[in-house]
């Protein structure tokens, strides 16, 4: 089975590994599958392939039909953002992505489609088959782990690869050329809370906020989407204002890039108190919904009786955790000014994400992510989390960081690119940075200055999320700008 994809001059062997990629299990730290696929396919093409220690691959191709001495490197992540519509049971591990055509899109049923990265893989493998492109030396670079922390390239073996050029195709925006990308760091807090039995005369209950949008939260954070985190704490915290309640659980949010878009609180507190909590529900969903975005509009509240659990937080520590999440900074710290695009979108400086937490018991989790360009700056929000976290008693670890990539605007490969574009378009290409992570700032210091770098890609919408979707004719176009743009270098 495979795609079918009707569009004129639709690239059919990208898109046929790509559906190949759909069907093949490849969630952040569990690549084996498709490492496998990409070695096996590379072979039967009879290409050499190399790999390193934590199990990037490389499949070098000769040059084709072309005199210039460059090498290129085209850079790739193999793994992708696993999230599901609540009720949706799909076992990333195990089972294969359900895809369908929607006019001008390829959508997955109730899951993340795995565009970002898998499209760009798709045409990066696609090279092999094409004996009439002209082209200097390529190295495909496929990485590993990039959604969960850069791994694959932060720890890439610099010996396994080199180049004049890296060509990163992960970016999301058809009509884009990207010159710089922010750099990151996460950070997890963690805290072991008191706990008292559960209250003589009360019942538990299990609130749930599902149904934002949520999104990609590096290049969807200036959208404004909501965070459920911070909106059912929001609500819990103004019922308890209201009634007396005592909490037991909070969970919310899949991962660190991840705006959570569900949450679910299980607390317990007297029947007689449950017609006052949904009245005020109700009262809150209203008002929300009446400044909400058209994205975040589909918000819902659901209140359920559960089952009795053992043991509820104390009340110093219940007050605790409410005031901690009020008061952990979540969305757009600061904006730059100046933009280098030519419609001037709006350019993110930085960011956080509070991404996961969890209460379970007596344990508290938090991780959060932040983003920046400039890293002096961020170290503003960095002290936030260092005074909350002192004055709440959490212990505070960063997790890992990586360099943002400074954008060079007049670099001999975007200037190629740029002419390229203008050529085969007749218009002006958008020359832009992102406010996300991308790999290219890490390979660069792998190869001690000696590359340029550029990142395009055709348009993806809502990645991250379970609305992701990859535009068609936009993958047509992209593949014909990658195929010419490797003949001119």
């Known amino acids: 089975m495979s795609l079918s ?104 049923k109730g899951t993340t489609l795995g565009a970002d990265n898998g499209i760009g893989c798709a045409a990066a493998l696609a090279l092999m088959f094409e004996e009439n492109i002209s082209h200097p030396k390529l190295d495909l670079l496929f990485t590993i782990d990039e959604e969960t922390g850069l791994t694959g390239a932060l720890e890439l073996d610099p010996n396994l690869t080199n180049g004049d050029y890296i060509l990163n195709l992960d970016t999301e925006e058809w009509g884009s050329l990207y010159v710089g990308c922010a750099g990151g760091a996460d950070f997890d807090f963690q805290r072991q809370f008191s706990t008292n039995d559960l209250p003589n005369g009360h019942d538990c209950y299990k609130l749930s906020l599902n149904a934002l949008a949520g999104g990609h939260s590096g290049v969807d954070i200036h959208r404004y989407r909501e965070n459920s985190s911070k909106k059912l704490i929001e609500l819990i915290s103004e019922i308890a204002e209201l009634v007396d309640i005592s909490i037991h659980g909070f969970r919310s949010g899949k991962a660190h890039n991840i705006i959570p878009r569900d949450a679910f609180i299980e607390f317990s507190t007297s029947t007689e108190n449950i017609s006052k909590i949904q009245e005020y529900m109700n009262e809150k969903l209203s008002i929300w919904k009446s400044y909400f975005s058209k994205e975040d509009q589909g918000v819902e509240l659901k209140l359920e009786k559960t089952d009795q659990f053992d043991s509820v937080l104390s009340k110093e520590s219940m007050s605790c955790f409410l005031d901690f999440m009020t008061f952990f900074p979540h969305g757009v710290h600061s904006m730059i000014r100046e933009t280098v ?98 790999e290219c700032g890490i390979l660069l210091d792998r190869f001690k200055g000696k590359a340029e770098a550029i990142s395009f890609g055709p348009t993806i919408v809502d990645a991250h999320s379970p609305d992701e979707r990859v535009n068609i004719p936009s993958v047509t176009e992209f593949w014909h700008f990658l195929t010419s743009f490797l003949k001119v270098l």
């Open 5 to 108: 994809i009707e569009h004129p001059n639709a690239p059919k062997q990208l898109w046929n590994i790509f559906y190949d990629f759909t069907q093949t299990p490849r969630p952040s730290k569990s690549e084996e599958l498709i490492r496998e696929y990409i070695l096996n396919l590379a072979q039967k093409q009879g290409f050499q392939t190399k790999s390193d220690k934590i199990g990037n691959i490389i499949i070098s191709i000769p040059a084709r039909n072309s005199k210039s001495d460059k090498k290129i490197v085209i850079q790739n992540h193999i793994d992708m953002v696993t999230d599901a519509v609540p009720g949706n049971n799909i076992n990333f591990k195990t089972d294969p992505i359900e895809t369908f055509i929607d006019g001008d899109w390829v959508r997955a």
């Open 341 to 438: 695009d030519s419609d001037k979108d709006p350019l993110v400086s930085v960011s956080n994400n509070c991404a996961v937490c969890i209460l379970k018991g007596s344990k508290f989790y938090l991780l959060s992510s932040l983003r920046f360009f400039n890293r002096q700056e961020a170290y503003v929000v960095e002290n936030i989390f260092k005074n909350l976290s002192k004055k709440f008693d959490m212990k505070m670890t960063k997790n890992s960081e990586y360099p943002s990539w400074n954008p060079d605007f007049n670099s001999g490969l975007i200037n190629k690119a740029k002419d390229l574009y203008k050529e085969l378009y007749s218009d002006d290409a958008h020359i832009k940075a992102i406010h996300a992570g991308l």
